[in-house]
């Protein structure tokens, strides 16, 4: 039985996965690296120094710093990107989620965050959702990032709900590929060939119904 939703933010609630990119990109720039179109996906759902990592990789830079001025690299980035959030509003939630979550919480669904994003709080603040995400997973706990489940499990845990009881919904092929590692069922938003992993693809936010991912949700469960 369906009792939880759980969530990516970046791409998935809000585009801040654009400011994101647009951070890890000026940052590439300064040290040299100029990314490929692919890196975008590649960077998609990844935690702070593990994107840092998939930079360093495309620049043939790994090893070249040391962990101190790594450090120095995530937190440059993470500064530009802070301020580039600030103007974010309730304007900036992407199409069709205010309504999703709006029937999620009438239908009495726990709804919880599972966002690599250390800035997840803030940005929800400026969306004005808070009031729907009691729970959010703190990425600073996390051992493990996408692709690994870790992070998905924890949000399950903070529902207080099992595996097959909960949907999740992700926008990259890191994030599908962690929630299937948690056993639960997967939403993908966006391309359905990066998102072949998932249980069910909508192409953009817009086209998302939660009724729709239910029913697509109750028959794998009932087949399973």
Same mark, same amino acid.
């Given at each position: ?38 890196? &975008? ?13 998939? +930079? ?79 729970? +959010? ?15 998905? +499990?924890?949000?399950? &845990? ?67």
């Amino acid at each position: 039985m369906l009792k939880g939703l759980i969530f990516d933010l970046d791409g998935v609630i809000t585009d801040s996965a654009s400011y994101h990119l647009a951070a890890w990109n000026q940052l590439a720039q300064e040290i040299g690296i100029t990314l490929p179109p692919e890196a &975008n996906d590649a960077l998609r759902g990844r935690s702070r120094m593990d994107s840092l990592n998939v +930079i360093l990789q495309y620049g043939d830079q790994v090893g070249k710093y040391s962990q101190a001025e790594l450090d120095e690299l995530a937190e440059r980035k993470n500064k530009a990107y802070r301020q580039s959030i600030k103007a974010m509003t309730r304007a900036d939630v992407l199409p069709g989620m205010l309504d999703l979550l709006q029937e999620a919480q009438q239908q009495g669904l726990r709804l919880a965050i599972a966002s690599a994003s250390k800035n997840a709080p803030t940005i929800l603040h400026n969306l004005q959702l808070e009031d729907y995400f009691p729970d +959010i997973v703190d990425p600073e706990t996390l051992k493990h990032g996408k692709p690994d489940p870790e992070i998905f +499990i924890a949000a399950q &845990n903070l529902l207080g709900l099992n595996a097959d009881e909960v949907i999740s919904f992700e926008d990259a092929s890191t994030g599908v590929a962690a929630i299937k590692a948690a056993h639960q069922f997967a939403v993908g938003i966006g391309d359905a060939q990066v998102l072949h992993q998932a249980d069910y693809i909508v192409p953009d936010t817009a086209a998302l119904h939660l009724d729709d991912a239910e029913a697509a949700y109750h028959h794998q469960l009932q087949g399973s």
